[in-house]
């Protein structure tokens, strides 16, 4: 569920535990918080679909459960450290090149 609004606070409700015993799992397991874990998860499906469709970076945002461009764009950039687009085009040569 990746692609919905996940909080601390919805997945202790769904899973019947407080949010912060849910955080310090999630840090000791991960080594990260919730929200980072998400976002690695959500781009790296945004990724998958990069590589592997020719669907428009606003659709995959959306897609992956960024409710805005930016938002995704920003999140691309901090894990990958280039954008979605040149992503895109670096898979693109690389699959040429083979």
Do not use: H, W
Not at 10 to 29: F, R, T
Not at 85 to 90: D, H, I, P, V
């Amino acid at each position: 569920n990746y692609s919905e609004d996940i909080t601390l606070s919805s997945l202790g409700k769904s899973l019947g535990y407080s949010p912060k015993y849910l955080s310090n799992c999630i840090a000791q397991l991960e080594s990260m918080s919730l929200n980072k874990l998400i976002n690695t998860i959500r781009i790296s499906e945004a990724k998958r679909l990069l590589r592997s469709t020719s669907k428009s970076v606003i659709s995959i945002s959306v897609e992956c459960g960024y409710e805005n461009e930016q938002s995704f764009f920003r999140n691309f950039k901090i894990i990958e450290g280039i954008t979605p687009k040149m992503y895109r085009k670096s898979m693109r040569r690389k699959t040429a090149d083979v």
